[in-house]
């Protein structure tokens, strides 16, 4: 099993493209969608969902479940399963591709 992790600061993606590293950008959608353009001009979205590791029920409040943590797979390889930590449509996170 391949990992491949960036830990991406989008206000530099444009130094990350000289490179060879890919850029992100969030789309407008109700859940997270993040479009991933690697180096070669190519592109492909990260399908995401939320995910808590601790169960609801140990949380005082409900508000408190937001845990800014997503799990979910690439569009066109859906055989690679994507993890990112870091809350949707902000400007740092962190993202692993497990193929």
């Known amino acids: 099993m391949n ?3 960036f830990v991406i600061l989008l ?14 950008s969030w789309l ?11 180096p070669n001009g190519q592109s492909d979205i990260a399908v995401l969902k939320s ?3 601790i169960p609801v029920q140990s949380y005082e409040r409900e508000e408190d479940v937001d845990t800014c943590i997503y799990d979910g797979y690439l ?17 740092t996170f962190n993202v692993r591709y497990l193929t």
């Open 3 to 5: 990992t491949l992790s």
């Open 11 to 24: 206000a530099s993606a444009a130094a990350c493209c000289a490179s060879g590293v890919p850029t992100f």
């Open 28 to 38: 407008q959608n109700p859940e997270p969608v993040l479009k991933i353009t690697y």
């Open 51 to 53: 995910f808590n590791p």
């Open 75 to 91: 569009a066109l390889e859906k055989d690679v399963y994507v993890t990112l930590t870091g809350c949707a449509h902000t400007n």
